[in-house]
Nanobody
Framework: VQLVESGGGLVQPGGSLRLSCAAS????????MSWVRHFPEKGNEWVGA???????HYADTTKGRFTISRDNDKNMVYLQMNSLKPEDTAKYFC????????????WGLGAQVTVSS
């Protein structure tokens, strides 16, 4: 199982960024996928998830600003982040689970997102 995130970087407050996660080694189309972010001071925070039927669920802190989507033909999951705030600065991971903490799940290596002027 392998998950590889891409698309991180530096963005100004109010800006947008899209993260991608390429999945391999498991049956992606039937798997729920989550995005999780890690803050050095606070630890991990679940951002949201997308289920095999395309349904989504988000944390209150990201609802309305972040959108998760998937492309089962390409084994890809995406995190579109809009109206970014400095407090969104974190390392973002995709995980093959509907929530964290999780057992028998795999995390990617993460993508750093920094929101700063």
């Amino acid at each position: 199982v392998q998950l590889v995130e891409s698309g991180g970087g530096l963005v100004q407050p109010g800006g947008s960024l899209r993260l991608s996660c390429a999945a391999s080694g498991f049956t992606f189309s039937t798997s729920a996928m989550s995005w999780v972010r890690h803050f050095p001071e606070k630890g991990n925070e679940w951002v949201g998830a997308i289920y095999s039927d395309g349904g989504t669920h988000y944390a209150d802190t990201t609802k309305g600003r972040f959108t998760i989507s998937r492309d089962n033909d390409k084994n890809m999951v995406y995190l579109q982040m809009n109206s970014l705030k400095p407090e969104d600065t974190a390392k973002y991971f995709c995980v093959n689970s509907d929530y964290v903490p999780c057992v028998k799940c795999t995390w990617g290596l993460g993508a750093q997102v920094t929101v700063s002027s």
